[in-house]
DNA sequence: GCAAAAGTGTTCGTACTACACCCATGG
DNA sequence: CCATGGGTGTAGTACGAACACTTTTGC
């Protein structure tokens, strides 16, 4: 009654990090055989009785020490990939969230490199991975406007204009700098510390941090939170 | 290199339907062995050579003439799900939106019965079923907010009222008429017909039908549907 | 003429938008 | 004292929320 299926299930990752006003995404480099060689998403073969989250959870200690702050299943791609030749793989895609200004990469071995791409100059990369990350950075885009999610690619005290920077730049969008300020202290779950920032030029600032428990507190009492921009 | 991995992959579909003012899900009766029965999602193993979203559209075909208005990835489940107890199997899910008026119900036949059943008297389900179907709900109220998806539930011409119910029930929302008809009507892409409803009491009502062209023009031009209550 | 559902406008308040100047520090 | 980024307030507008009466039909 149950055919064989042959069909085997990977999950892939999509690592965000954002440094220097800049989104990026890691990526390792795979050799395929002798000579070829792709840079890819991280991901590799589910074990049989591992879950798919744990999964991609091992096969990225497996390059960087990473501290996911973020991390939810985005998709499954399975309708034509081809890994080798023989057999057909599905694919479970999750992406994840670092704050990448304390992410430890881990030193290139001889089978494989890894490294921080910047989202705009991601070369072709191996398989459907293209794709993948399109998908991605579209879900980015919108959890961001309406999650608060942002902080999770922050350190855990951060200054207003990196936020504000951070909206700018992944959303492509011009904010105005009061507005943003006002709309986001407004709601009430992002606290001032009394640490001022050690930026070499200019005004200090003080850094800020995102209460979790608040922002919690208030999504109970149905608050919903919402980044818009005109 | 490649470990063997033994884990199946399977689709289920979450097909829901609006009638007599309310919402339904449409339910299969499997049995397990001689006395073992249970209602499910449908749903099976994927083919070696078939898409995720065909193996969906296969296995509704095994049991109703649907005619799927909306199809959707929803989600991919596959930590502890063991259909048999020897093989894990991991499970897709899709969920679809049929005019339910317009759908015609296989007959039963010996091995399975089909029905709907009214979102809220679903009973105990085989597997983790019960959590898929919860998890397609939550799905498909966030996406009735910001999506025109609900005209994939009403036949192609509908009431007015039809519309404004299915969002209060579907939402669980008090809607004022009149703004809610305003705000539909403010996006353009809704036409009145020159057909009246049949309905036996009242004043009769004018037919309207979702232009799907409008639709996608304003999306082109930066246009975002958005329906929320206080 | 009554019951049942359809159709329609106005007022009010809130929340987003646009916009420009002063402040604190380092060099 | 100048360059650099940080910090703040106000006025206008637009959109959503609240709200009630009239119309058409069948019985």
Redesign the pocket.
Known sequence: MENFQNIRIAVDAIVFGYKNNNLYVLLIEQKFGSAEKYWALPGGLVKPEESLSDAVIRELREETNVQLNFMEQLYTFGDDIKRDSRNRVISVAYYALVDASNLEIKADTDAEKVQWFKIDEVPSLAFDHNLILKKAVERLKAKLTYEPIGFDLLPKEF???ELENLYCTILEKEI????F???IL?YGFIEETEIFSA????????LFKFNKLKYNDLIERGFHF?I???
Chains 1, 2 share one sequence.
């Not at 105005?176 to 507005?179: A, G, I, P, S, V």
């Not at 930026?199 to 003080?206: E, H, L, Q, S, Y």
């Open positions: 200054l207003f204009s105005d700098r009061r507005n300020r006002k709309k407004s930026v070499k030029t200019g005004r200090p600032a003080k919402e818009k921009f005109a």
